[in-house]
């Protein structure tokens, strides 16, 4: 027997007066009971916590006594249980055993008159023993039968949850779907990618090294052309790095002009390394086209996502044109879409001879997720993307196709409407210095970033401070040094940009901030994101365009 069933078998004995106890155990244990004698009911409640197969109590122990605890432990047993208790009373029936009358709040009870027979006792705990064993076995059962529903449970819970993943894998996955999509469109570009950008690095290195050795031995003959190098090469590095935040939409929404023609044209090589080469590319370029208003790095990835759909459409390759006009919208058209206005708009079509689409894959061709791809090849993001890009820049996006014959996406952009602007960049050889005491607060926790902008703006004659991140710089906002101007990096660690800038703002109300940032997280739109007397520009920048603007900005 194992010490637990020992413990679940054992009788409890309560008999303070006399030798009742030691009399009691002595006969269970020479019937092969184990047994413990309580010295009190408190004792009595402790082991009976601990287990028990009956309990043996004298009547006297009840009277006077605190039986709550006790009751409340019988009160309190289990479905299964109903413990045993034999009472030992004096001869004489209830007159001579007060606690006889409790019988009906202690539950099990069997009665015993002393002075009792050593066979009597035995046979009535034999008895309560059979009775609390078939108590265990049917608490065993329940366990049991409560063990197999939960086994039940937790395999209905696991197909059900199989069933649920199966039929909703697409939707679950949402966040490795949208990587996907954007890995799948950036690494038809990976190798030409790497190619530019080694190019690019190596016009960088190569320019600086050289420009180090002339000026080591003194030589500065045709250092312009060097510098230009490496500047064009920066720009280019530049260039790429943009258009992929692009992809990945962690470009801020910075609608402006567009020259279409213009960006179709430049992408014309990265279209090209995009498509097999059994397929042939055109582009039909109105020469009368208006100005768009759009962002041009979403417009950029939209143009290249069609691209690749096209081209995925076109296995066996094929013909396909990239196409630019102009036309007005009337009501007849734009009220059939809410966000639409009546007006002029760019269009800017994408046609293909490819496999061409049935009406019912062109009811959900925007829809997310959808994709009529084998799994692997696609996520069905592409045209979602568009979709909410045409949508969020206040135009429209539709779908012509003819199942065999192929398949036109025509994307629509508002015409700007505003007056176009000439080149505000501002010649470094003139560009204003600082008045007297122009101080700017510098808050930029890359330390190479935060030096050059220090160095350019020494150079120019303001006074700057500088801090590495936002807990660095309030002191200094709360203190009586002039600030005409806050420049600060949108992703600091701890207090992002825009964050410090609100605080900056209740020391100092009229305070004027410049932010820069690598990508605009916390700025998806440059529009809900800016208050008045901010400005954004993105890294990385020219230092023509930032002295332009911390100019522009002190001087308003």
């Not at 590495?468 to 005409?484: C, F, H």
């Amino acid at each position: 027997m194992t010490a637990m069933e020992a413990m679940s078998e054992r009788a409890i004995i309560l008999a303070p007066l006399g030798r009742d106890s030691q009399i009691a155990l002595m006969m269970l244990n020479e019937a092969g009971f184990e047994g413990v004698i309580a010295r009190d009911l408190g004792t009595l409640c402790n082991e009976l916590s601990l287990g028990a197969g009956l309990l043996v109590i004298a009547s006297e122990a009840l009277l006077g006594a605190n039986l709550e605890p006790l009751l409340g432990l019988i009160e309190q047993q289990p479905a299964w249980s109903d413990l045993p208790i034999v009472l030992l009373t004096h001869h004489g029936g209830p007159e001579q055993n007060p606690a006889s009358r409790l019988g009906l709040q202690l539950g099990n009870v069997t009665f015993l008159e002393r002075p009792f027979h050593p066979v009597t006792l035995i046979s009535l705990v034999t008895t309560a023993l059979r009775g609390r064993r078939r108590q265990y076995e049917a608490r065993d059962r329940m366990i049991d039968l409560s063990q197999s529903e939960l086994r039940l449970q937790n395999t209905l819970e696991t197909l059900e949850q199989q069933v649920e993943e199966r039929t909703a894998q697409l939707r679950h996955n949402e966040e490795a779907l949208r990587q996907s999509h954007k890995m799948e469109a950036v690494g038809q570009l990976t190798g030409g990618i790497a190619h530019d950008f080694n190019n690019m690095l190596t016009g960088i290195i190569g320019s600086l090294e050289l420009l180090r050795r002339r000026l080591a031995r003194g030589r500065t003959e045709d250092l312009d052309s060097l510098i230009d190098l490496g500047v064009t090469s920066a720009n280019r590095a530049a260039g790429l790095t943009h258009r992929l935040l692009a992809f990945s939409r962690r470009q801020s929404l910075d609608s402006k002009p567009v020259q279409m023609n213009t960006l179709v044209v430049s992408m014309g090589e990265l279209l090209q390394r995009s498509i097999n080469e059994s397929i042939h590319l055109e582009m039909q370029l109105d020469e009368q086209l208006w100005v768009a208003e759009a962002d041009p790095n979403q417009l950029e990835s939209a143009l290249l996502n069609l691209v690749l759909n096209a081209r995925d459409a076109m296995p066996d390759g094929g013909n396909l044109l990239v196409k630019t006009s102009n036309q007005h919208l009337d009501t007849g058209f734009t009220e059939a879409h809410s966000n639409l206005q009546p007006g002029d708009y760019i269009v800017l079509s994408v046609t293909d001879t490819g496999y061409g689409m049935p009406q019912s894959t062109i009811n959900r061709a925007f829809d997310p997720f959808f994709t009529t791809k084998p799994i692997g090849q696609g996520t069905g993001l592409g045209l979602s993307m568009i979709y909410g890009f045409s949508k969020q820049s206040g135009g429209h996006v539709s779908i012509h196709s003819e199942v065999g014959k192929g398949t036109t996406v025509s994307l629509f952009l508002p015409r700007f409407s505003g007056e176009l602007l000439q080149d505000t960049r501002v010649d470094a050889q003139h560009t204003p210095f600082a008045r007297d005491g122009e101080t700017v607060l510098i808050v930029e926790d890359d330390p190479a970033v935060r030096v050059l902008v220090s160095a350019v703006l020494s150079e120019l004659g303001y006074a700057f401070v500088e801090a590495s991140d936002a807990d660095s710089a309030m002191p200094i906002l709360d203190s009586g040094q002039r600030i005409d101007l806050l420049i600060s990096d949108v992703g600091l660690p701890g207090m992002n940009g825009r964050q410090l800038a609100e605080i900056g703002r209740q020391y100092r109300p009229d305070l004027k901030v410049l932010f820069i940032t690598g990508y605009a997280e916390h700025a998806a739109v440059r529009g809900g994101f800016l208050d008045p007397g901010m400005q954004m520009i993105t890294k990385p920048f020219t230092f023509d365009l930032l002295t332009a603007k911390v100019r522009e900005m002190i001087r308003v």
